[in-house]
C-alpha cells in the first residue's frame, strides 16, 4: 500500500493561481522510479489527465493544461507539487493525486491513463470563479 496525502486546494479567482500536494508514503513506498502526478474529474466525466513525474523525471501534461500548470518533485520529501497559474473557471474539479508504482523492468513511463493508476489520494477540490 502507498498512501498519498493531498494538501492544498481551495477557491480562486479566474486568473490566479493555486498549488497543491500529494506526499508519498507506505510500506509499499518504492522511494524512486515511480510515476505520480495528478488526475481531474468533473462530475458525470472519467478522470481526466492533468500532469505527471514519470520515473526518470521527465514531465508530461494534459493538452488543457499545458503552459499553465507545472509539475514538480521534491524528492527529500517524496512530495510533488502542481503549480496552477493562470487557472480558468474550467478546471474547478476534484484533482485526485495519482500514483504507479515502478515497472518490474525498471522506471514507470506510463503515465495519461486512469486506469494505468495503482494508487490514488482522496482528493481536493480546486474551484475556479470567474
Known amino acids: 500500500q502507498v498512501y498519498l496525502m493531498e494538501s492544498g486546494g481551495g477557491s480562486v479567482q479566474a486568473g490566479g493561481s493555486l498549488e497543491i500536494s500529494c506526499n508519498a508514503s507506505?510500506?509499499?513506498?518504492?522511494?524512486?522510479?515511480?510515476?505520480m502526478g495528478w488526475f481531474r474529474q468533473v462530475p458525470g466525466k472519467p478522470k481526466e489527465n492533468v500532469a505527471g513525474?514519470?520515473?526518470?523525471?521527465?514531465?508530461t501534461y494534459g493538452d488543457s493544461v499545458k503552459g499553465r500548470f507545472t509539475i514538480s518533485k521534491d524528492h527529500a520529501t517524496n512530495t510533488v507539487h502542481l503549480l496552477m497559474n493562470s487557472l480558468k473557471p474550467e478546471d474547478t474539479a476534484l484533482y485526485y493525486c495519482?500514483?504507479?508504482?515502478?515497472?518490474?523492468?525498471?522506471?514507470?513511463?506510463?503515465?495519461?491513463?486512469?486506469?494505468?493508476?495503482?494508487?490514488w489520494g482522496q482528493g481536493t477540490e480546486v474551484h475556479v470563479s470567474s
Open positions: 495519482a500514483y504507479r508504482r515502478p515497472e518490474r523492468y525498471g522506471p514507470c513511463s506510463l503515465w495519461g491513463r486512469y486506469q494505468d493508476m495503482h494508487f
Open positions: 507506505g510500506p509499499d513506498f518504492s522511494g524512486d522510479g515511480y510515476c
Open positions: 513525474v514519470l520515473g526518470l523525471g521527465a514531465t
